[in-house]
């Protein structure tokens, strides 16, 4: 499976969009990108998947670029519970996932 | 989304003692489902992936004989660590694939089990 490159942490402000990105430059063209995110002490929390078009649902909204190598995961309006470690993984999702070390978003009072 | 459950969420053994955690899902059917561990400030590390009525494919370094992994029905996999020692003090995660096996699959993941070896 492709990696996946994010960063480390971000900061957002209650209420403000949250916007993390990801970079996927050696995805394949039956690959995948998912989110995840994980609360402390708590199981992975599915959010949103696409393959090369634009997605949203209740929880948030997936970008992906044209070329696919990279993607944005948007929370429209975050909130103090939006506090976790978001994942991208890029995989087909009939294997196991791959995770990396996320990017820790911090949702600021 | 659909939804996965573990049992225990924590336990706490002695150290020489087996403990099995089992994963279910609760209102979908999954063929194959997958266990990971993670330790404090790392990230999820997959163990061994689990199908319907075969055996478990483990990965290198996971040792097959220590983690018994049973996954006898569609909606139920188990794992047991047997003779569990500290260093088996984890965080231990399963996930289970929903979909046809064709095209995308989702991937749902349980609440994980604390275990505690002393």
């Known amino acids: 499976d492709a990696k996946t490159t994010q960063p480390p942490s971000m900061d957002c402000a209650e209420g403000r969009a949250a916007n993390l990105p990801c970079n996927h430059s050696t995805i394949s063209g039956n690959e995948y990108v998912y989110w995840y995110r994980q609360i402390h002490s708590q199981g992975p929390q599915y959010i949103i998947h696409g393959l090369k078009n634009n997605e949203t649902n209740e929880m948030a909204s997936l970008i992906i670029t044209e070329d696919r190598k990279s993607s944005t995961l948007i929370l429209p309006h975050a909130t103090l519970r939006d506090t976790a470690v978001y994942y991208c993984i890029v995989g087909t999702g009939r294997r196991a996932l791959t995770f990396g070390s996320g990017t820790r978003l911090q949702v600021q009072p | 989304g659909a939804v996965v459950s573990q049992h225990p969420s924590r336990v706490i053994c002695k150290s020489g003692t087996s403990v099995k955690i089992e994963c279910r899902s609760l209102?979908?059917?999954?063929?194959?489902m997958f266990w990971y561990r993670q330790f404090p400030k790392q990230s999820l590390m997959l163990m061994a992936t689990?199908?319907?009525?075969?055996?478990?494919?483990?990965e290198q370094g996971v040792e097959k004989d220590k983690f018994l992994i049973n996954h006898a029905s569609l909606t139920l996999s188990t794992l047991t660590v047997t003779s569990a020692h500290p260093e088996d003090s984890s965080f231990y995660i399963c996930?289970?694939?929903?979909?046809?096996?064709?095209?995308?699959?989702?991937?749902?993941f349980g609440p994980g089990t604390r275990l505690t070896v002393l």
């Open positions: 209102d979908f059917q999954a063929t194959t």
């Open positions: 689990s199908n319907e009525g075969s055996k478990a494919t483990y």
């Open positions: 996930s289970a694939r929903e979909g046809s096996g064709i095209g995308t699959d989702t991937q749902y």
